[in-house]
């Protein structure tokens, strides 16, 4: 073990190395900069936030950016990349107003909202939950699949299925399942290859168990049963759910709604289950599935996905002037990167090096300490949740902003491939999102 001199000094290596690089690449980039390179040529259409000729109802108003305080810039680059993504619907709501509502010329009509179905099934779970139809997210699967009973499977719950930690054999894709007339039989046959509870692997066949689970307990089929609990009181109607050949309704993927649809969807999570005055599902429920089961899977709820922001590393005046007191006579030149946000320590030295001289690094070494750092640690926080599918279909909410974004884009026919999902699945949509905060 190195005593804390010896780690300093290692850092210090580190630090001068690692800034020299910053220096070389910056210095680079300079270099092979052009002389005036030509601005980005953004359309009138490219900017507009709000498709021509919408029509609004008490549901959804039109609003402004400046008036909810988001920037009009960052939304304006959002819908830009979008329809350079290729985008069928996108809508950004905040308090319940609409500031971006866009779909570049094509059909408002329902989309298929592929894996965001599987989040979209977890709610019918937490109203069965609710309504005490489930006993408990630890309940066994055998109590609606009997041949469960024994062996392996007998150890699997609703909590496994929802967090995505049955054990249950599946495929990295979803395409032998597709193949099977009832996929429910097909699945409910798998083995169970990994202990049940220990390890986070998405799972398309598991997720199907909800089907019939849903519909034991229930007493009807999940489309039906949410289409009463949950579609209806929330005002929508024009929706289709997919069914295999022996008629049981997907649950993995399979539900078309139109953007405004999910987005009421979001705006329900968004109020904790509450919507028009009505409690469509218990608050604590839904605060459950939206927040992570563990810290080993911090990026996951039950059949949602968390958005966390950190952790990160901020330099602070305190410390910054602690390290004066311990003779770092450099330390006002640190002063730029007061308040800045580090994603990890890599990137706060490689900053703090850039600008400061061989000397002065040497010297910073020399004043730091294992208890004395220019920075101090943020913890990693939750600031989202969100549901996600093939192609790019997104539910992003934010609750603490009163944020909910929806984006679809369809399956093309006949191109449905891991290469339209790399080239239209949006990735950075959440990035564009929080840039406008």
């Known amino acids: 073990m190195q005593a804390p001199r010896e780690r300093a000094r290692g850092l210090g290596h580190q630090l001068c190395s690692v800034a020299a690089v910053a220096l070389l690449y910056v210095l680079g980039a300079c270099a092979a900069a052009p002389a005036s390179a030509p601005a980005p040529v ?3 259409e490219s900017v507009d936030l709000l498709e021509p000729g919408l029509s ?9 950016p ?3 305080g988001l920037s009009r810039a960052a939304l304006e680059r959002l819908v830009a ?12 709501v905040k308090n319940g107003k609409i500031v971006v509502e866009r779909y570049f010329g094509r059909p408002q009509a329902p989309i298929e909202i592929m894996s965001v179905n599987k989040s979209i099934s977890c709610l019918a779970i937490l109203r069965l939950l609710t309504d005490g139809k489930i006993d408990s997210l630890d309940a066994p699967l055998s109590t609606w699949y009997p041949e469960w009973g024994t062996g392996a499977k007998a150890a699997v719950t609703v909590r496994h299925v929802l967090t995505h930690t049955s054990g249950l054999e599946h495929d990295k894709m979803a395409d032998e399942l597709a193949k099977q007339d009832d996929r429910l039989e097909y699945v409910r046959g798998k083995p169970i290859t990994v202990a049940p509870g220990h390890v986070f692997s ?18 009807k089929p999940i ?30 993927y399979g539900l078309a709604l139109t953007a405004r649809d999910l987005a009421k969807i979001g705006v329900m999570l968004l109020q904790r289950g509450a919507y028009d005055g009505k409690t469509i599902l218990s608050a604590e429920w839904v605060a459950r599935a939206t927040s992570a089961q563990s810290e080993a899977v911090p990026y996951h709820g039950l059949l949602f996905w968390i958005r966390n922001r950190g ?7 305190e410390r910054v002037a602690a390290l004066e007191r311990r003779g770092f006579g450099a330390a006002s030149k640190l002063a730029p990167l007061t308040g800045q946000r580090f994603g990890n320590q890599v990137s706060y030295w490689l900053a703090a090096g850039s600008i400061l001289g061989d000397d002065e690094r040497a010297a910073l070494v020399s004043a730091l300490g294992d208890d004395n750092m220019p920075f101090v640690v943020q913890p990693r926080r939750q600031i989202g949740f969100y549901a996600n599918g093939w192609l790019g279909q997104y539910l992003l909410v934010y609750p603490e902003l009163g944020i909910v974004v ?21 990735k950075q949509l959440p990035d564009l999102i929080e840039a406008s905060w």
Do not use: C
Request: negative net charge; charged residues 20%; glycine residues 8%.
């Open 42 to 44: 953004r359309t009138a």
């Open 56 to 64: 609004f109802d008490r549901h959804f108003v039109a609003g402004t």
């Open 66 to 68: 400046e008036a909810v």
């Open 81 to 92: 990349d979008a329809r350079a993504a290729d985008t069928d619907a996108l809508l950004v």
């Open 202 to 219: 998405y799972n398309n066949e598991a997720v199907q168990l909800l089907s019939g689970i849903v519909r034991a307990a229930a007493g």
């Open 223 to 252: 489309d039906a049963y949410l289409g009463e609990v949950l579609f209806k009181p929330l005002g929508i109607d024009t929706w289709t759910w997919e069914h295999d050949k022996a008629g049981n309704a997907m649950t993995y």
């Open 311 to 317: 952790p990160h590393f901020i330099q602070t005046v």
């Open 406 to 426: 929806v984006r679809q884009h369809r399956a093309p026919p006949g191109r449905n491939t891991e290469e339209e999902n790399t080239a239209h699945g949006f």
